[in-house]
């Protein structure tokens, strides 16, 4: 039998490896050679991290699985009917099983406009592109004051859309690197002096998590500085500003130069393959046992799915959700190879937890609530548990004990060249 995953992220690994040892032939299909560790993608877009300490090749992950094959290539199209996938570069490969683990990419809510002023976090190209327009902010500010180059209003106010744990992870990192990391960087400008700007359209910050563990970040990001906006729809964005109305219907207008979006995310195009069964986000419907509907030889797990819970909403689109899909859906599939029934899926709640800059954080964990310190301690030894590689491992371990003790951010590379430059 052969088993094709389409995703080397969280979802499509994890079915790979819960297929090792077993009699089937598996491959491998991802557009990137690399996994990568997305909750920690926001530290290298604030120049904490390299990429390379949150990342490692799929090949390398799965070397020691002889029934998996890894390719390089990109899923456009998949003929459920046919049992074929079509790829970019004209190619297609067969299946008897099928997996799509393929993701999802950000959201503008129908202002795809948007998408150039507001870059969002997903990838590894979006985190070094959000670094470099970060880091480029302050030298615009730099040379603008010494007469050189723009003198536009907001080159030092940065707005992050969008309360979930990115923005929040985002916002306090921008804070500490304004207040601490650049402080004595420059001799024109006065990077503490930063306005950092976090808006958000619900009434609190944190909404997956306790209403304490909101109250919570918000006073913290206060303490470090951040203006934290809720009740704000984003009405418009540019690359002077954004354009804000408040619960009363009033629309003001913050000029700032660097945006982040960290609002919402839609489903990878391949959930169009199934057009009757896709929701208004583009993930696909899929049944209890995590088959698209009509096709009991198609998965679909994580981003790309939504399937509601015993209470009756969706599970979030996380990655210990997509992790234990990817595993339910292998399982399911050597079932259905033996001739047994497939089970429906049940998902285990671990919690959550998010950063609030330097020593604090937010845990929600089920069983215990944790604030602070001490879910900045859990947070930190948890995702050192999850990375990938002992070599990963050891080098973020190190660079976090480091920029705990010296307040600094190793990797402040701009390693692009600047168009206006």
Do not use: C
Not at 41 to 61: H, N
Not at 331 to 358: E, V
């Amino acid at each position: 039998m052969h088993i094709v995953i389409v995703g080397g992220g969280f979802g499509g690994l994890q079915a790979a490896r819960a297929l090792a040892r077993r009699d089937v032939t598996v491959t491998v299909i991802d557009r990137r050679n690399h996994h990568v560790f997305q909750p920690l993608l926001y530290q290298v877009a604030t120049a904490a991290l390299s990429p390379g300490d949150i990342a490692s090749p799929i090949r390398w992950i799965l070397r020691r699985q002889r029934n998996v094959t890894v390719l390089l290539a990109a899923v456009v199209r998949i003929d459920a009917e046919g049992k074929r996938l079509h790829l970019a570069d004209g190619g297609s490969l067969s299946y008897d099983y099928l997996i799509v683990a393929a993701g999802a990419t950000h959201a503008y809510f129908g202002h795809d406009d948007w998408r150039a002023s507001a870059p969002g976090l997903k990838t590894m190209e979006d985190a070094l592109h959000i670094r470099r327009r970060i880091l480029l902010a302050f030298e615009t500010a730099e040379r603008a004051l010494q007469g050189i180059g723009s003198d536009e209003a907001g080159l030092l106010t940065f707005v992050v859309i969008g309360g979930g744990p990115t923005g929040v992870e985002l916002a306090g990192a921008l804070a500490e690197i304004a207040r601490h990391t650049l402080k004595h960087d420059f001799r024109n400008i006065d990077p503490s002096r930063s306005r950092i700007v976090l808006i958000e359209g619900g009434p609190r910050l944190l909404a997956s998590f306790d209403a304490a563990h909101g109250a919570f970040a918000e006073r913290a990001l206060a303490r470090l500085g951040v203006t934290v906006q809720t009740h704000a729809m984003v009405t418009g964005v540019s690359t002077t500003g954004v354009t804000v109305r408040d619960a009363s219907g009033t629309e003001s207008q913050i000029p700032a130069r660097t945006v982040l979006w960290a609002a919402g995310v839609a489903a990878s195009p391949l959930g169009r393959a199934f057009p009757e069964h896709i929701d208004r986000a583009g993930r696909v419907r899929v049944n209890h046992d995590l088959t698209v509907p009509g096709h009991p030889d198609i998965f679909v797990v994580g981003d790309l799915a939504t399937l509601n819970g015993p209470g009756g909403t969706p599970y979030p689109g996380v990655a210990q959700v997509a992790m234990q899909q990817g595993t339910h859906a292998t399982r399911n599939i050597l079932r259905s190879i033996d001739g047994a029934a497939m089970r429906p899926f049940r998902y285990r709640d671990y919690g959550n937890m998010a950063t609030i800059g330097r020593a604090k954080a937010v845990a929600d964990l089920g069983w215990i609530q944790l604030r602070g310190y001490i879910a900045w301690l859990a947070w930190l030894f948890i995702h050192l548990v999850k990375l990938i590689g002992f070599r990963n491992r050891l080098s973020v371990m190190l660079q976090w004990a480091w920029a705990y003790m010296s307040y600094q951010r190793n990797v402040r590379l701009i390693t692009e060249e600047d168009p206006g430059a």
